[in-house]
């Protein structure tokens, strides 16, 4: 069982705090989901947690051990992969040859067609031609086949079609049943809590509710509520 404990967690920009005071946790076969308005503090939080940015406060421990003054590569070496925003894939590298990059052994290619299908004929095709949702699928399964513990997601359905939203949807709580541990940004917030398990709500860089996702799905005016921050 992998576990992160993230507490007080400060992560500023341009010498201003934009995250601040933030705890929270996710483990093995669980799904935290982080909800919040455009500018909440949500891609910069997951940028601090994997190290794209430093953080200026506060500790990330991943199994008891804090990694919080690590480099993005011993993040990885912890077992931290971080899918960002923008479908970041290698352009002008075949699908394949993206899986290659960050696999560990050839075992992991063939478990990334395995878990996304769609690729396998795709498998030769430079990514910057692949469609957004191929390239989503993409750089998920280039995450996973460096075999981490716990995966970063950063607002992975943008710009996507719904029914290639509910196909990550589904992958994504597939991946946590069989021991993941997920940290997922999202901002179709009814997808994502009916697959998360705990969610947390960002406000102005604090977070402003913990609690079961079933809870908040149920009440879709508290929710706006604490979006807009007119109740807590």
Known sequence: MSRMVVSELRVDRVHLPVVREVSLSVESGQISVLLGANG???TTLLEGLSG?????????????????????????????????QGRTVFRQLTTNE???????????VKKAYELFPELLPRRDVLAGLLSGGEQQMLVIARALAGRPKI???DEMS???????VR????????LADQGLAVVLVEQFAVLALAVGNRAYVLRRGKIVYDGACAEL???????HQLYLGSGS
Not at 98 to 108: E, I, P
Not at 167 to 174: A, E, G, I, N, W
């Open 167 to 174: 196909r990550l949807m589904t992958t994504v709580r597939k």
């Open 158 to 164: 943008a710009g996507l079609a719904p029914t290639i």
């Open 40 to 42: 909440a503090g949500k």
């Open 52 to 84: 794209v940015i430093p953080v200026a406060g506060g500790k990330i421990e991943v199994d008891g051990h804090e990694i919080q003054r690590q480099r993005p590569g011993a993040r990885v070496g912890a077992g931290l992969a971080h899918v960002e």
């Open 98 to 108: 993206n899986l290659r990059a960050g696999a560990a052994s050839a075992s992991d």
């Open 217 to 223: 799905r149920d009440a879709p005016d508290k929710l």
């Open 151 to 153: 995966l970063l997601i």
